[in-house]
């Protein structure tokens, strides 16, 4: 399918362990990014990447990890899992940096 | 300290008339500016953008202006429609490919 998927779409896990969430794209965009919804904030950017092997701190990046190996993922990695990570997750990618496309988002729940 | 704010966390409108949303912002470097359109359990989808060489951008029933020197922007949706029900997001282009948030608000339009 064309677009950009997220998995898990929701995630329980208990606090100290380690998380990835997977993003894949399949238009080439080189631009992609991590975001965070919270309740009463706009999206906050955790990451993105503006090619393959090219990755770059977004706003809130403190205990996450990015790669990018290919340009079609976008793995995000929560090392350590903490309560204040809960959140939806949304990964986007772009052709132009600005206009993004986003996937469907991954609620995570940390316990 | 929020550099984009939707000062209205919802906003209630009805069938056929127009919905005005607005979005003020205290960066007077930011240059291009969107608006953004979010179901619930979907990402944001892109709706209209604007540069700020121009005061006014418009794409069928959606149109945004700009006011630079009171900076402020707002999006008008003429007429609304009840699947114009969704959470807007407007947003600005910050430095290093990131893009600057509103919290969002929630447009109810009523039959």
């Known amino acids: 399918d064309a677009g950009i998927t997220q998995s898990p779409r929701y995630k329980i896990t208990e606090t100290g362990r380690q998380v990835t969430l997977m993003c894949h794209q399949t238009?080439?965009?080189?631009?992609m990014f991590w975001y965070r919804q919270d309740l009463g904030h706009g999206l906050r950017l955790i990451y993105y990447?503006?090619?393959?092997?090219?990755?770059d701190k977004g706003e809130v990046p403190d205990g996450y990890v990015v790669s990018r190996s290919k340009t079609e993922n976008f793995p995000l990695t929560l090392e350590s899992a903490t309560r204040s990570q809960t959140s939806v997750y949304f990964c986007?990618?772009?052709?132009?940096?600005?206009?993004?496309?986003f996937g469907p988002g991954t609620r995570l729940t940390v316990t | 300290d929020q550099q984009v704010k939707q000062n209205s966390p919802s906003l209630s409108v009805q069938e056929g008339r127009i919905s005005i949303l607005n979005c003020d912002y205290t960066?007077?470097?930011?240059?291009?500016f969107l608006w953004y359109k979010k179901y619930p359990a979907e990402g944001p989808t892109f709706l209209i953008s604007?540069?700020?060489i121009k005061d006014k951008n418009e794409d069928g029933r959606f149109t945004v202006f700009l006011n630079k020197s009171a900076k402020h922007l707002s999006l008008h949706i003429v007429p609304s429609q009840p699947g114009d029900s969704a959470v807007y997001f407007c947003?600005?282009?910050?430095?290093?490919?990131?893009?600057?948030w509103g919290a969002g608000t929630k447009l109810i339009i009523k039959p």
């Open positions: 986007a990618s772009s052709a132009q940096v600005y206009e993004q496309y």
């Open positions: 604007i540069s700020s």
């Open positions: 947003a600005a282009d910050g430095n290093n490919y990131q893009l600057i």
């Open positions: 238009w080439s965009h080189s631009y």
């Open positions: 990447s503006a090619a393959a092997d090219i990755t």
């Open positions: 960066n007077s470097m930011f240059d291009y």
